[in-house]
């Protein structure tokens, strides 16, 4: 009988067994087809998109703790999202509306790869903002980091680095200059004092203050790693009686700095500066703007590379941008797609990193000074405005739109991340001993920008 009961038991658990068998393949077999429909024709599935971005959104805007009010817009008077309080926005509140020209473009590229996404989708013309820098800077503000995007952070070669640059930088220089109007042709952020000044103004002032912290003596050899077009150098050697000797890894910068410049120029990588000046020791070597293309894994090859090219009482001083939240440097909204449409292989340096690498290299810090992100917002702010007074002239010259548009989503969304305060710029002063020490004469006293 018990041989029976039991034989009928195992039939009804084979049963319910093979029941479950058959739904998990039927939810596969919908996933795989829902996947496969996303990825040949992602647009079917916008209605069921809307939702999900429409409660994202509403989660980052729609809090307590949240400031800046946004309308998004589409089909004329469809109404994808709108914050609870756009009617009675708060003091100062930042208000922004956004009209999506492809709702299919914009919701799958948000849905796809976040902020990425959304910046593809405005180089593609999805949508349109009345105020884009104001956009980002709600989103920033209020989405603190982009969980879906990590940059690949690996030991970068030479030959990627190489690759990088020609990407960035061999665009065309004229491209650069249309932006870059200030005499310096600097391509790093000025140092304001008022509004109402000019990029000129704020460019000598910040490189006049890196010169502070150096303390040049004419005649000294003096090197500047990542030179941009060698318009600073120029300057620096014109002004303090050097000589200075500009190392770009652009070789468009290259030509442009040997045909207008005093600079003496080096073409090639920052790890091969010994090799490249034949060992040669300098007084002072600085370098704006470069650290952010080094990265956390190859920090201490470079400064490694200074030491060896320091003299024994030379001075570096560094300034770079910095993270203000050193716990996770890379998260910022704002960032993403920055790093991988324009700067490929960029990291934002985090100050504890470069602490380390300093120390790693047996050089010491002596002075390092924080500023806050308002002087890069400014300047992102001169650059995007020239650029786009130039709008026509890149045109006529073959520039195509889609560049013109992925620059002013780079400019302004960078703008927005310093005006949120996710990062702000650093200067670091380092001498070549292992131990630091007050000299005394006094030299290693540094004044800060307010000083002047
Ligand atoms: C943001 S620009 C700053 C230029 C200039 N210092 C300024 O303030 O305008 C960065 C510079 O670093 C250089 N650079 C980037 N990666 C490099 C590398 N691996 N080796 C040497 N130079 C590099 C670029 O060619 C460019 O000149």
């Given amino acids: ?131 884009l820098m104001i956009f980002i800077q709600i989103m920033c503000f209020n989405f603190d980091t982009n969980k879906s995007v990590r940059m690949p952070m690996t030991l970068k070669s030479k030959s990627m680095d190489q690759k990088n640059i020609e990407y960035h930088y061999d665009v065309g220089n004229d491209f650069y200059e249309t932006f870059l109007t200030d005499k310096l042709m600097a391509y790093t952020c000025g140092f304001w004092k008022d509004p109402r000044e000019t990029l000129d103004d704020s460019q000598f002032r910040k490189v006049d203050t890196v010169l502070t912290k150096l303390k040049l003596k004419p005649g000294m050899k003096v090197l500047d790693i990542g030179c941009g077009w060698g318009r600073i150098g120029d300057y620096v050697s014109n002004k303090e009686k050097v000589t200075v000797y500009g190392l770009t890894i652009s070789r468009a910068q290259y030509d442009y700095m040997k045909k207008n410049t005093s600079v003496i120029p080096i073409y090639g990588d920052y790890r091969d500066i010994a090799k490249l000046t034949n060992h040669m020791k300098f007084d002072a070597i600085y370098s704006i703007g470069m650290y952010e293309a080094v990265t956390q894994f190859n920090g201490t090859m470079f400064f490694d590379q200074v030491k060896q090219s320091l003299k024994d009482n030379g001075v570096f001083v560094m300034h770079c941008i910095s993270s203000i939240d050193t716990s996770k440097p890379q998260d910022y909204m704002g960032d993403s797609y920055v790093l991988k449409h324009i700067f490929p292989g960029g990291q934002i340096p985090d100050v504890q990193w470069i602490y380390r690498h300093i120390r790693d290299s047996r050089m010491s810090l002596i002075h390092h000074e ?20 130039s709008r026509d002239y890149l045109l006529s010259r073959g520039y195509k739109e889609e560049l013109i548009r992925s620059y002013e989503y780079y400019f302004s969304s960078c703008e927005a991340a310093f005006r949120a305060n996710t990062m702000g710029l650093s200067h670091f002063v380092i001498v070549n001993h292992p131990i630091a020490d007050i000299r005394n004469d006094g030299n290693y006293l540094c004044p800060s920008i307010n000083a002047n």
């Fill in 370 to 389: 924080m500023f806050g992100g308002q002087h890069y917002a400014e300047t992102l702010k001169h650059w995007r405005q020239n650029m786009l007074k």
């Fill in 1 to 131: 009988m018990d041989f029976y009961k039991n034989a009928i038991k195992r039939m009804k658990s084979n049963k319910s067994l093979s029941m479950n068998r058959k739904t998990i393949a039927i939810v596969l077999t919908i996933i795989v087809i829902v996947i496969m429909i996303f990825m040949y024709n992602p647009s079917i599935l916008t209605p069921v998109f809307i939702p999900i971005v429409r409660n994202r959104l509403s989660s980052g805007l729609d809090n307590p703790k949240s400031f800046g009010l946004l309308k998004i817009v589409y089909n004329g008077d469809q109404i994808l999202f709108k914050s609870k309080h756009w009617d009675h926005p708060r003091e100062h509140e930042p208000r922004a509306i956004v009209t999506v020209t492809d709702i299919n473009d914009f919701i799958t590229s948000v849905i796809k790869d976040n902020e990425i996404g959304l910046g593809e989708s405005y180089v593609h013309k999805s949508w349109f903002a009345d105020d």
